[in-house]
T-cell receptor, first 114, second 116 residues
Framework: EAQVTQNPRYLITVTGKKLTVTCSQN?????MSWYRQDPGLGLRQIYY???????DKGDVPEGYKVSRKEKRNFPLILESPSPNQTSLYFC?????????????FGQGTRLTVV | GQQLNQSPQSMFIQEGEDVSMNCTSS?????WLWYKQDPGEGPVLLIA?????ELTSNGRLTAQFGITRKDSFLNISASIPSDVGIYFC????????????????FGGGTRLMVKP
């Protein structure tokens, strides 16, 4: 089954404690991205990657890091989480190229930073 | 990034009613997409539009790519309880098209509630 898998689904952590949210896709997509979803703000892109070892900042990259060492994986790293990073996070993937536009989303990771 | 203004922010309707929501932008978009997010899930694509003026249906859903390329609407006919969720418009701004990337810009979402 074609899917994007995120882990964990839920996470509660304390300020400053490094964490990683994993994302894996099995569709051989070149393009992967991370979004955060906050009430009234829709989905805002954090980082994206157009292929292995190619990453770039989205609209709200501050406080986040990513890596793309393999095509299927795109982890999101919070080196020193803060309460304003409490949010619902989604990973998405798609084929590269302007016309292949359908993005497949993971089920989300709800992060709470206390 | 680009801004997409989606309205209304929420709707509470009676089962069987038709629903209409729209997205507008001050910039030109090359594609318009409509996603639905069920509670506790990630967004799922409903309809994709690629040409100005395009009108596409998917069951009870109909969406149109505005002729100015700055807006799109989604209609749901004869709503049912399982239509409940958050609907997002999304699009690829024209200025992104040359980046060979797929940077999607999302609207703020329309939360739909259906009363049986």
């Amino acid at each position: 089954e074609a899917q994007v898998t995120q882990n964990p689904r839920y996470l509660i952590t304390v300020t400053g404690k490094k964490l990683t949210v994993t994302c894996s896709q099995n569709m051989n997509h070149e393009y992967m991205s991370w979004y955060r979803q906050d009430p009234g703000l829709g989905l805002r892109q954090i980082y994206y990657s157009m292929n292995v070892e190619v990453t770039d900042k989205g609209d709200v990259p501050e406080g986040y890091k990513v890596s793309r060492k393999e095509k299927r994986n795109f982890p999101l790293i919070l080196e020193s989480p803060s309460p304003n990073q409490t949010s619902l996070y989604f990973c998405a993937s798609s084929f590269a190229g302007a016309m292949n536009t359908e993005a497949f989303f993971g089920q989300g990771t709800r992060l709470t930073v206390v | 990034g680009q801004q997409l203004n989606q309205s209304p922010q929420s709707m509470f309707i009676q089962e069987g009613e038709d629903v209409s929501m729209n997205c507008t932008s001050s910039s030109i978009f090359n594609t318009w997409l409509w996603y639905k997010q069920d509670p506790g899930e990630g967004p799922v694509l409903l309809i994709a539009l690629y040409k100005a003026g395009e009108l596409t249906s998917n069951g009870r859903l109909t969406a149109q790519f505005g002729i100015t390329r700055k807006d799109s609407f989604l209609n749901i006919s004869a709503s049912i309880p399982s239509d409940v969720g958050i609907y997002f418009c999304a699009g690829h701004p024209q200025e992104e098209i040359n980046n060979a990337g797929n940077m999607l810009t999302f609207g703020g979402g329309t939360r739909l509630m259906v009363k049986p």
